[in-house]
C-alpha cells in the first residue's frame, strides 16, 4: 500500500506561482510512476504532468495547457513528487490530486492510477 499527502495548495492571483508536493509513505519504490491529476468543478478528472521512475530515466510529460509554465521533479530520497506552477491562469482553478501508478507505459487515464491522496485546492483569482 502507498499513502499519498499532497500540500501547498492556496489562492493566488493570475500570473502568480504555488509548489504543490506530495509525500508517498508505505511501499514506494524509485521504478514508481507518479503523477499530478486536476479536476475542476463539473470536468473530468484529467492529467497534468506525470514523471516516470528509474527505468524510464524519470521522463516527464506535460500536457499541452501547462507546458512551459509547470514543471514537476521528484526526490526518490524523501519520496516526495513536487509541481512547480508559475504563471497561473484563471483556468487553472482546479483540485489537484497526486497519483502513483506501476503500471509501465504511458499512463495517462486515472484508471491507470492505484494510489491517490486526498487533493489540494488551488484556486487562481484573475
Known amino acids: 500500500q502507498v499513502q499519498l499527502a499532497e500540500s501547498g495548495g492556496g489562492l493566488v492571483q493570475a500570473g502568480g506561482s504555488l509548489r504543490l508536493s506530495c509525500a508517498a509513505s508505505?511501499?514506494?519504490?524509485?521504478?514508481?510512476?507518479m503523477a499530478w491529476f486536476r479536476q475542476a468543478p463539473g470536468k473530468e478528472r484529467e492529467l497534468v504532468s506525470r514523471i516516470s521512475g528509474s527505468g524510464d530515466s524519470y521522463y516527464a510529460y506535460y500536457a499541452d495547457s501547462v507546458k512551459g509554465r509547470f514543471t514537476i521533479s521528484r526526490d526518490n530520497a524523501k519520496t516526495t513528487v513536487y509541481l512547480q506552477m508559475n504563471n497561473l491562469k484563471s483556468e487553472d482553478t482546479a483540485v489537484y490530486y497526486c497519483?502513483?501508478?506501476?503500471?509501465?507505459?504511458?499512463?495517462?487515464?486515472?484508471?491507470?492510477?492505484?494510489?491517490w491522496g486526498q487533493g489540494t485546492q488551488v484556486t487562481v483569482s484573475s
Open positions: 497519483a502513483v501508478t506501476r503500471v509501465l507505459g504511458m499512463t495517462v487515464l486515472p484508471s491507470h492510477y492505484a494510489y
Open positions: 508505505g511501499r514506494t519504490f524509485s521504478s514508481d510512476t
